[in-house]
């Protein structure tokens, strides 16, 4: 089970930090898994935003690059997503999940931001 959280409305700019918390199955194979921050809006396909392999190289779609950055906590099963300098152009609701896209999916987090 993947449970997302910390997203909310904030003004462009500000700054938000996500949290994923693996449970369940999921958690045994954690560590050796590559996770990845996805987004979608509506009417949109959800797109990936940003991953990081199990030895922590990371990569960024260009759009957050330089604004977003994704670190793990294998200890906890948790995956974050450091959000700054927020953009118009940045909500979505967020999700997070393997970079093998396990089926079940958490309910994501929504971010708002107004202008």
């Known amino acids: 089970r993947l449970v997302e959280s910390g997203g909310g409305l904030v003004q462009a700019g500000d700054s938000l930090r996500l949290s994923c918390k693996a449970s369940?199955?999921?958690?045994?194979?954690?560590?050796?898994?590559?996770w990845g921050w996805y987004r979608q809006v509506p009417g949109k396909q959800r797109e990936l935003v940003t991953g990081?392999?199990?030895?922590?190289?990371?990569h960024y779609v260009d759009s957050v690059k330089d604004r977003f950055t994704i670190s793990r906590d294998n200890a906890n099963k948790k995956v974050y997503l450091q959000m700054n300098s927020l953009k118009p152009e940045d909500p979505a609701v967020y999700y997070c999940?393997?970079?093998?896209?396990?089926?079940?999916w958490g309910q994501g987090t929504p971010v708002t931001v107004s202008s």
């Open positions: 990081i392999t199990s030895t922590r190289s990371t």
């Open positions: 369940g199955m999921i958690t045994s194979v954690f560590n050796p898994n590559n």
């Open positions: 999940n393997t970079l093998e896209e396990a089926p079940d």
